[in-house]
């Protein structure tokens, strides 16, 4: 015979699993504290959702950022976009995907269209200026990689600048090699940002 389980019974088994979930990732955040990297990773769902997630590790953490929140990078050259309102994002990693296939033409066009109607999106304009050192247009686009600004990350901002400026004076240097050292650096920004932001939580506590 089937045994029905009474809708309260089944009511509590919910709450006790989502209050353990919570109990864990509460955990996570707290021995965070005690390692030397974290990486978080926020995102929107299919239905609207918000999906977080907590990584911690002794090495180097990846983070990214993207529609409004902390995400994972997009490909091997460790791409990942950190800002703006979402018909940018989505417009900004269909310009990825473009600039990653060879179609530097298409990639141009969405970087450049989407910063007509979001002027000086951090996004947009890094990617901008990675697509024009792979068309040959070095001087412009690493000018545009020097005007990168991210309000609010000041280690991911002067870190991009200095390495455009750094790796202008290259001209051996592949675009290849170009994307992956400024993408490393640029994370490295991010990672620092975010460690110091919450050290100084920590000390606050």
């Known amino acids: 015979m ?116 979001y002027p000086d999106l951090p996004d947009s304009t890094y990617y901008l200026g990675l697509t024009l050192i792979y068309q040959g247009e070095r001087e412009t686009g690493f000018g545009l990689l020097k005007t990168y600004r991210e309000p609010l990350y000041y280690r991911a901002t002067s870190a991009v600048q200095r390495m455009a400026a750094y790796l202008e004076k290259k001209p051996e240097l592949t675009a290849e090699k170009i994307h992956k050292t400024m993408n490393k650096e640029r994370r490295e920004g991010f990672d620092q940002d975010l460690r110091e932001r919450m050290e100084m939580r920590r000390d606050t506590w």
């Open 2 to 117: 089937k045994q029905t389980i009474p809708a309260h019974r089944r009511s509590g088994t919910a709450s006790s699993s989502l209050v353990g979930r919570l109990a864990a990732l509460l955990a996570c955040l707290l021995l965070a504290a005690c390692v030397n990297t974290l990486g978080v990773g926020v995102g929107v769902g299919n239905n609207g959702g918000t999906r977080v997630g907590v990584g911690m590790g002794a090495g180097t953490t990846s983070v990214g950022v993207g529609a409004g929140g902390f995400g994972v990078a997009l490909n091997t050259y460790g791409d990942f976009l950190n800002n703006g309102p979402n018909e940018a994002y989505l417009n900004n990693k269909a310009g990825i995907k473009q600039l990653n296939d060879g179609n530097l033409d298409a990639a141009r066009k969405i970087f450049t269209d989407t910063l007509e109607k």
